[in-house]
């Protein structure tokens, strides 16, 4: 009879580096939580290949020395293998060629980094950048466009690299073949406190539909200074910005968008079963959000490539990494693949997410939309 193989008990370090404070940090906090989350779940059943995982999360303040510094840390120093849902879009691009020279992956972010398509040590858990934002502009045309909503505004902060990326894309050519008429641009800061101006211009122009390319608060002051002008288009937030709570406020009703991840109440898959499963034995209390099932897929895409992980090294991570081909983690996100020591390829795919009437639905039924 062949002997039983013990399982390997060497823990998995994993490092979530990010914007955890300040303005932006409220937007990012929840997809560290969806990544704890999966740990959790994780770690109960008896980890990843036998591995219990624990993860050190380092704040950057919004800061890109302290972000490259933490980074340093985390692998010379804490034993980190790999960043896992690194939620930074504004700090992570000076760390690029660190992770290469060390051989470090990051394992999924919050989405808005557009060079991940730039490096082979990144493993997006879906859409970013640019392709997320081609997937919320879909989304929204396939509700306002069948409605006569032709006429387009579009409002971007400043602040961030995110927005700079909105203001592009959704001002490009996807929105006049999509059938929009872009008839109003503005970009403002997310420490206005009043959008009143911006509201009176995008009537004046005739606009119907707003897409916002900024946090939810800021969203919602949109919303609030367009409501006492009685003017009511249809708006659009980032998909980040959204959460369970948004369907007893008022203001967010007939809000559209999309999120390259599942929406985080859908059931009846195994895979969603098996995140609604770990919120209830381990998130009490904890509000869901699309940044809770950010970093709980990007905990997924983890393990999928940590199956067969001996030893935790980087190294073997990226073998890992580098193994999976066209897999949607049960249907989580969009088809994946990575090839070795290759940058990944852009692709805008997501589920379209809506709140009417104090309820969030899936307008086409959980169906995966991809623009190319």
């Known amino acids: 009879m062949q002997a039983s193989v013990p399982k390997n008990t060497d823990q998995i370090v994993l490092a979530a580096n990010g914007t955890y404070s300040g303005p932006l940090g409220f937007v990012f906090t929840p997809i560290v939580r969806g990544t704890q989350l999966w740990i959790k ?20 303040g919004g800061d890109p020395v302290r972000h490259r510094a933490n980074a340093q840390r985390a692998v010379e120093q804490d034993g980190a293998i790999a960043f896992i849902g690194n939620a930074e879009s504004v700090t992570g691009r000076c760390c690029l060629d660190y992770l290469k020279s ?10 808005g980094e557009q060079w991940v398509y730039e490096s082979p040590m990144y493993f997006p858990q879906g859409s970013h950048g640019d392709e997320m934002l081609r997937v919320q502009i879909g989304a929204v045309a396939k509700q306002a466009i069948p409605a006569g909503k032709t006429k387009l505004a579009i409002i971007t902060c ?25 008839v109003y641009l503005a970009r403002t800061s997310i420490a206005q406190p009043d959008f009143t101006a911006e509201c009176l211009a995008a009537n004046n122009a005739g606009a119907q539909v707003i897409l916002v390319g900024m946090e939810s ?19 659009s937030g ?29 059931t009846g898959t195994p895979a969603t079963d098996d995140f609604q499963a770990a919120v209830k034995a381990f998130g009490r209390g904890m509000e869901l959000t699309t940044g809770v099932a950010t970093g709980w897929v990007a905990g997924k895409l983890f393990e999928k490539a940590a199956a067969d992980l001996g030893k935790p090294t980087s190294a073997a991570l990226l073998e890992g990494l ?6 949607d983690l049960g249907g989580l996100t969009m088809p994946l693949t990575f ?34």
């Not at 700079?164 to 999509?178: C, E, H, K, Y």
């Not at 409501?227 to 249809?234: D, S």
């Not at 290759?342 to 309820?359: E, Y």
């Open 41 to 60: 779940s994780a770690n109960s059943r008896g980890g990843v290949n036998g591995h219990q995982v624990r993860l050190i999360v380092y704040d950057d």
């Open 102 to 111: 060390k051989g470090v992956p990051v394992v999924g972010t919050d989405t």
């Open 158 to 182: 400043v602040e961030v690299d995110i927005c700079n990326g909105a203001q592009r894309v959704w001002a490009g050519p996807d929105a006049s073949r999509l059938g929009f008429d872009k």
């Open 217 to 235: 608060a800021s969203v919602r002051r949109v919303i609030t200074a367009c409501n006492r002008q009685g003017y009511h288009p249809m708006i």
């Open 238 to 266: 980032p998909g980040l910005a959204f959460k369970a709570s948004m369907a007893d406020d008022p203001a967010w009703n007939n809000m559209y968008s999309s999120w390259p991840m599942f929406p985080w109440w859908q």
């Open 322 to 327: 580098w193994k999976i081909k066209n897999d």
């Open 339 to 372: 090839v070795r020591n290759q940058p990944p390829k852009p692709r805008a795919c997501g589920f379209a997410m809506a709140l009417r009437d104090k309820t969030w639905f899936s307008p086409d039924n959980f169906k995966l939309s991809c623009m190319n």
